[in-house]
């Protein structure tokens, strides 16, 4: 059986549709993916409840001051080093050890259903810059089901 020019023809536009919508919905998912990634960075890196001295407070779950961010590094409330906070907000021990995640700017928090990712080589030691002024309790929350406090490890 011969196929004529217009099947063929037919049959190559809706490949090519398909193979084109396939790719078009790909960049579109993966625009999305990116947006979300910004706008995580963006509320961390913006986060408005930073100190006058750039360092933004960090609490328990609970409410309990615990520390500060500075310069995307993670430090204690006597300002010794604990980790760092990539661009995604993804915390990290010093070790290179997953930590967990920022939330809501001033809370660091590990979602005890996911698959951990695996640790990163630890970059050089930064110096402790001076520690800001405790911060006042927060009122307690109560956990989203299937996450723990993070620092709760610490």
Known sequence: ????????????????????????????????????????????????????AGKIPIFRWSGEYFG????????????????????????????GSFLGQVIDNNYILKHTGAVEPSSKVSPILPTSPT????EPPRVGR???FGWQDALEEL
Request: hydrophobic fraction near 35%.
């Open 1 to 52: 059986m011969r196929a004529n020019s217009r099947s063929i023809n037919r049959v190559c536009s809706l490949i090519f549709t398909k193979y084109f919508l396939h790719k078009v919905k790909c960049v579109v998912v993966m625009t999305e993916e990116l947006m979300n990634l910004i706008e995580v960075t963006e509320r961390y890196t913006t986060g408005g409840d930073k100190t006058s």
């Open 68 to 95: 500060f961010i500075h310069s995307s590094n993670l430090f204690d409330a006597t300002s010794n080093y604990l980790g760092w906070v990539d661009n995604g907000g993804y915390v990290w021990s010093s070790n």
């Open 131 to 134: 520690p800001p002024c405790p």
């Open 142 to 144: 109560a956990l989203p």
